[in-house]
């Protein structure tokens, strides 16, 4: 473990924006927009999750695995009336504000729409990852506010270790399911990229944020960086999955 009094272990101080409060912060208009934007894609992502894993604990094989599932979609929905209730208090219609992405979202869950429970659970898993990690390194530059907002809304409702125990047990039953699973997490995987990129491309608002001009953005090279972050964690998931990445 590397020690904690290296300079490179210290969190830097937050600058510009990320240093701000959302009152003070909100009075850049295309910085409130991109925010607009940032809580629309959440909430309707929160929103499709919940319908999800409700659509997938009708495939669970336990009354006990469905009753696990039905909690997370019930956290989810939570974590969804936070993000509605923040985007209302901040002056923004919730359904006007989740719309643009409605096309996206679906578009990404109609391609992979999983055939059994296994790639339910991993989809969930490993889609669901890559865009909280996605939100995460955008969290980053964002006021102190809505920072927490969006990393509170991003905490792990259970998933995680559920979708570990069941697929790693159902890969030492029978570890030919391993490489059907391997191969379908790398279809998400691309996938999930492919709709974060496209979302960000179509608001014009959240691509400023991200490539600067607004906040303290990331250039061009970070954003490089950024994905190159979100597939190593990607490959870490693989590997305590069980999985090949």
């Given at each position: 473990?590397?020690?904690?009094?290296?300079?490179?272990?210290?969190?830097?101080?937050?600058?510009g924006i990320a240093a701000q409060d959302w009152k003070t912060a909100a009075h850049e208009p295309h910085y409130?927009?991109?925010?607009?934007?940032?809580?629309?894609?959440?909430?309707?992502?929160?929103?499709?999750?919940?319908e999800r894993l409700a659509e997938d604990a009708k495939l669970a094989p336990t009354l006990g695995d469905k009753?696990?599932?039905?909690?997370?979609?019930?956290?989810?929905?939570?974590?969804?009336?936070?993000?509605?209730?923040?985007?209302?208090?901040?002056?923004?219609?919730?359904?006007?504000?989740?719309?643009?992405?409605?096309?996206?979202?679906?578009?990404?869950?109609?391609?992979?729409?999983?055939?059994?429970?296994?790639?339910?659970?991993?989809?969930?898993?490993?889609?669901?990852?890559?865009?909280?990690?996605?939100?995460?390194?955008?969290?980053?530059?964002?006021?102190?506010?809505?920072?927490?907002?969006?990393?509170?809304?991003?905490?792990?409702?259970?998933?995680?270790?559920?979708?570990?125990?069941?697929?790693?047990?159902?890969?030492?039953?029978?570890?030919?399911?391993?490489?059907?699973?391997?191969?379908?997490?790398?279809?998400?995987?691309?996938?999930?990229?492919?709709?974060?990129?496209?979302?960000?491309?179509?608001?014009?608002?959240?691509?400023?944020?991200?490539?600067?001009?607004?906040?303290?953005?990331?250039?061009?090279?970070?954003?490089?960086?950024?994905?190159?972050?979100?597939?190593?964690?990607?490959?870490?998931?693989?590997?305590?999955?069980?999985?090949?990445?």
């Amino acid at each position: 473990m590397e020690t904690p009094d290296t300079a490179a272990d210290t969190p830097a101080e937050p600058t510009g924006i990320a240093a701000q409060d959302w009152k003070t912060a909100a009075h850049e208009p295309h910085y409130r927009a991109a925010v607009v934007d940032l809580l629309g894609a959440l909430a309707y992502g929160e929103l499709a999750a919940f319908e999800r894993l409700a659509e997938d604990a009708k495939l669970a094989p336990t009354l006990g695995d469905k009753a696990a599932l039905a909690k997370m979609a019930s956290a989810e929905f939570h974590h969804f009336e936070r993000l509605r209730d923040r985007l209302s208090e901040i002056g923004a219609d919730a359904t006007e504000a989740m719309e643009p992405f409605v096309e996206a979202l679906d578009g990404f869950h109609r391609q992979t729409a999983p055939s059994d429970w296994l790639e339910g659970l991993v989809k969930a898993y490993v889609g669901d990852s890559i865009a909280s990690d996605f939100y995460r390194e955008v969290a980053a530059r964002l006021d102190g506010d809505t920072r927490r907002l969006v990393l509170g809304v991003l905490d792990d409702t259970g998933h995680a270790s559920f979708a570990i125990e069941k697929v790693r047990a159902a890969i030492d039953a029978d570890p030919r399911v391993g490489g059907r699973l391997a191969l379908w997490a790398r279809r998400l995987m691309g996938e999930a990229l492919s709709q974060s990129q496209r979302v960000v491309a179509d608001r014009d608002a959240l691509s400023t944020m991200l490539v600067g001009g607004v906040a303290d953005g990331f250039d061009l090279a970070e954003v490089g960086r950024m994905f190159s972050r979100i597939t190593e964690a990607h490959t870490k998931r693989m590997a305590a999955l069980g999985l090949a990445a």
